[in-house]
């Protein structure tokens, strides 16, 4: 089982069990219990079109072995294409580029700011530079992830925000390239949240030996805050197309996610790590995804050693089938293998094939030129 994995960004504040004297360590929660009743369920085991996974994790993609390697993954449940995540900045996205230039056609890279320096004079114009560097060397895009609000810092003490003039120049180079930012601002609802029963996350299995990740009275910015300048952001930048990670963080209120998509034209949205909320209302979310059916991309949020049966199929079944009551693709596990975001299961919205294209590769091509070519050898061979 997947144990709990904790990665940190350069610059990130440690909020430990000795900055949260109240916290208390309890037990693990137990594995989810078999479902007992037995309920119809559709044979399937790979997406019915080629899928282009917007947000994927490609950390361990090293080597051509490992390109390899997760392509034969991708072959199997029927991802046409990839966006790695972490093409990175610089020396490191030069050699993602050399390792990967062999599987472009499968596998693309989006750069990565670096913030070091961000506080320094004429970063501003550097990171842009680079940025510019990256597009030309064969970027598909920009990622930029949730340290962006939570982490980063003004000398000041202020946390750095979207809206932050210092970022204009390297939205405004996104424009000029025609490049998507694929942006995860904010974080899980419940992460601000105070720890405790009532908090669904931590009934779950979030925060049992650690208030890591928990952002309750430690100073962090509030939701509100970081949702602002977002806005902001959208707002100063309508030339520049903003894909917005996990439904724009907020996925707990969908009415939140149609106004940012009604009143900014330049917004969408991908549902990557949030199949297991968007899961336990199928009605609803099935009714959204038919209204905004042109801004929604798919996206995983996975990585190469994610399986196919416990991960990918039941995003396949969410979006393809109406099967009722399946576990979700749980992001994270506990050691005992209870889904830590989310302890119930989920219901299929059994989307029309025409949406269903949308989501799955026809959004995501208008953002993916260098795509395109893949997914149509993908579908002609699927007739």
Same mark, same amino acid.
């Given at each position: 089982?997947l144990r709990?994995?904790?990665?940190l960004?350069a610059?990130?504040t440690?909020?430990?069990?000795q900055?949260?004297?109240?916290f208390?360590?309890a037990?693990?929660?137990?594995?989810?219990?078999?479902a007992?009743?037995?309920?119809?369920r559709?044979?399937?085991?790979?997406?019915?079109?080629p899928a282009?996974?917007?947000h994927?994790?490609?950390?361990s993609?090293?080597?051509?072995?490992?390109?390899?390697?997760?392509?034969?993954l991708?072959?199997?449940?029927?991802?046409?294409?990839?966006?790695?995540m972490?093409?990175g900045?610089g020396a490191?996205?030069?050699?993602?580029?050399?390792v990967?230039?062999?599987?472009?056609?499968?596998?693309l890279?989006?750069?990565?700011?670096n913030?070091s320096?961000?506080?320094?004079p004429?970063w501003s114009?550097k990171?842009a530079?680079?940025?510019?560097?990256?597009?030309?060397?064969?970027?598909?895009?920009l990622?930029?992830?949730?340290?962006?609000?939570?982490?980063?810092?003004?000398?000041?003490?202020?946390?750095i925000q979207?809206?932050?003039?210092?970022?204009d120049?390297?939205?405004?180079?996104?424009a000029?390239?025609?490049?998507?930012?694929?942006?995860?601002l904010?974080?899980s609802?419940?992460?601000?949240l105070?720890i405790?029963?009532e908090?669904?996350?931590?009934e779950?299995?979030?925060?049992?030996?650690?208030?890591?990740?928990?952002y309750?009275?430690?100073?962090?910015?509030?939701?509100?805050?970081?949702?602002?300048a977002?806005?902001n952001?959208?707002?100063?930048?309508?030339?520049?197309?903003?894909v917005?990670? =996990?439904m724009?963080?907020?996925? $707990?209120?969908?009415?939140?996610?149609?106004?940012? &998509?009604? /009143?900014?034209?330049? %917004?969408?949205?991908?549902?990557?790590?949030?199949v297991?909320?968007?899961?336990r209302a199928?009605r609803?979310?099935?009714?959204f995804?038919?209204?905004?059916?042109?801004?929604?991309?798919?996206g995983?949020?996975?990585?190469?050693?994610?399986?196919?049966d416990?991960?990918?199929?039941p995003?396949?079944?969410?979006l393809?089938?109406?099967?009722?009551?399946?576990?979700?693709p749980?992001?994270?596990?506990?050691?005992?293998?209870?889904?830590? =975001?989310?302890?119930?299961?989920? $219901?299929?919205?059994?989307?029309?094939?025409?949406? &269903?294209? /949308?989501?799955?590769? %026809?959004?995501?091509?208008?953002?993916?030129p260098a795509?395109?070519?893949?997914?149509?050898?993908?579908?002609?061979?699927?007739?």
């Amino acid at each position: 089982m997947l144990r709990h994995v904790l990665i940190l960004a350069a610059g990130a504040t440690l909020v430990s069990a000795q900055t949260r004297p109240e916290f208390k360590p309890a037990p693990e929660v137990p594995a989810m219990p078999k479902a007992l009743m037995k309920f119809p369920r559709t044979d399937i085991t790979r997406a019915k079109f080629p899928a282009v996974d917007f947000h994927l994790h490609g950390r361990s993609l090293k080597t051509a072995a490992d390109y390899r390697k997760m392509i034969a993954l991708m072959d199997q449940t029927g991802i046409a294409l990839i966006c790695n995540m972490d093409g990175g900045f610089g020396a490191e996205f030069d050699q993602n580029i050399k390792v990967g230039d062999a599987f472009k056609d499968r596998i693309l890279q989006f750069a990565r700011l670096n913030y070091s320096g961000i506080n320094d004079p004429g970063w501003s114009e550097k990171a842009a530079a680079e940025l510019e560097r990256c597009f030309r060397n064969g970027a598909q895009g920009l990622k930029i992830a949730k340290e962006l609000g939570l982490t980063y810092k003004n000398k000041d003490g202020s946390y750095i925000q979207a809206d932050d003039p210092r970022f204009d120049p390297v939205w405004e180079m996104c424009a000029k390239y025609n490049k998507p930012v694929m942006i995860h601002l904010s974080d899980s609802y419940g992460r601000f949240l105070p720890i405790g029963p009532e908090n669904e996350r931590y009934e779950a299995g979030l925060w049992r030996s650690s208030p890591e990740g928990n952002y309750y009275k430690t100073g962090h910015p509030t939701p509100d805050v970081i949702e602002k300048a977002r806005e902001n952001m959208h707002a100063k930048h309508p030339n520049t197309r903003f894909v917005n990670a =996990h439904m724009a963080m907020l996925y $707990y209120d969908m009415d939140k996610v149609a106004a940012l &998509l009604d /009143k900014y034209p330049n %917004a969408d949205v991908e549902l990557s790590a949030t199949v297991q909320d968007l899961g336990r209302a199928p009605r609803m979310i099935r009714e959204f995804f038919l209204k905004y059916q042109d801004r929604i991309l798919f996206g995983s949020d996975g990585n190469p050693s994610r399986g196919i049966d416990e991960f990918w199929v039941p995003h396949w079944r969410f979006l393809e089938t109406f099967d009722e009551h399946f576990d979700h693709p749980a992001q994270l596990r506990s050691a005992t293998g209870a889904p830590l =975001h989310g302890r119930w299961r989920i $219901y299929g919205i059994g989307l029309p094939d025409d949406v &269903l294209r /949308k989501v799955y590769y %026809a959004n995501a091509l208008r953002y993916l030129p260098a795509a395109r070519a893949t997914v149509e050898k993908q579908l002609a061979a699927q007739r």
